[in-house]
């Protein structure tokens, strides 16, 4: 069965440093998500990115997160200055459109800053 | 605007007993709801989802959740836990599919 695949599963980078989190989407797949979820808290939205630009973003996606689609196959989320508040564990997902079908989360990476 | 409360963040039942995970939803639109499942160090997984079909809805490993507009409600059931059913449960609500409102999270936990 196809999967989202997200590496690293975890990384530990220091408070201030930049951070790619990456993530391998099903091939047919046309939109592209982030979530993320705080240790204890909620599953949140981040972003959705479609045709190589941000469809919506939450309130949580500030000038320090970014998003981008390299090449055909990867898709990442960048953090340009962790703070100890963006340790989480966050989520790729990715659908064929905007239906019910094959919306597929990955495993998740889980960042720790110190 | 959409919202979800998922009643218990930690249940426990015996192998054998019946499964109740309770979610209430908040949604301005008629609601298409999900239910997924987190096992320790894994993604989230598809258990279930409603999406304006029947109101009873079945999903894998024997899981089903009951869509009751009068009650804003998409409790998921499961008749007799496995010891394999331990995990996070989570409910989820979505007006457009291009991004889930999730619950708080169930912790099930399945005793001998």
């Known amino acids: 069965e196809p999967e989202v695949t997200q590496t690293p599963s975890h990384q530990v980078t220091q408070m201030g440093q930049e951070v790619i989190l990456r993530c391998v989407p099903i091939s047919n797949h046309l939109y592209f998500y982030w979530y993320r979820q705080i240790l204890g808290q909620k599953v949140e939205f981040l972003v959705s990115?479609?045709?190589?630009?941000?469809?919506?973003k939450s309130e949580i996606f500030d000038d320090q997160f970014s998003v981008e689609r390299p090449d055909g196959s990867n898709f990442t989320l960048k953090i340009r200055s962790t703070k100890l508040e963006d340790s989480a564990m966050y989520f790729c997902a990715s659908s064929v459109g905007q239906g019910s079908y094959g919306y597929t989360f990955g495993s998740g990476t889980r960042l720790t800053v110190v | 605007a959409q919202s979800v409360t998922q009643l218990g963040s930690h249940v426990s039942v015996s192998e054998g007993a019946l499964v109740l995970l309770r979610c209430n939803y908040s949604s301005s639109v008629p609601p298409y709801l999900f239910w997924y499942v987190q096992y320790p160090n894994q993604g989230l997984q598809l258990l279930l989802k409603y999406t304006s079909a029947a109101t009873l809805v079945k999903g894998i490993n024997g899981f089903e959740a009951e869509f009751k507009k009068s009650e804003t409600s998409f409790h998921l059931t499961k008749p007799s836990a496995h010891m394999s059913d331990a995990a996070e449960y989570f409910c989820?609500?979505?007006?457009?599919?291009?991004?889930?409102?999730f619950g708080s999270g169930t912790k099930l936990n399945v005793k001998p």
């Open positions: 990115f479609y045709n190589n630009e941000i469809s919506e």
């Open positions: 989820a609500v979505s007006d457009n599919f291009n991004k889930f409102y």
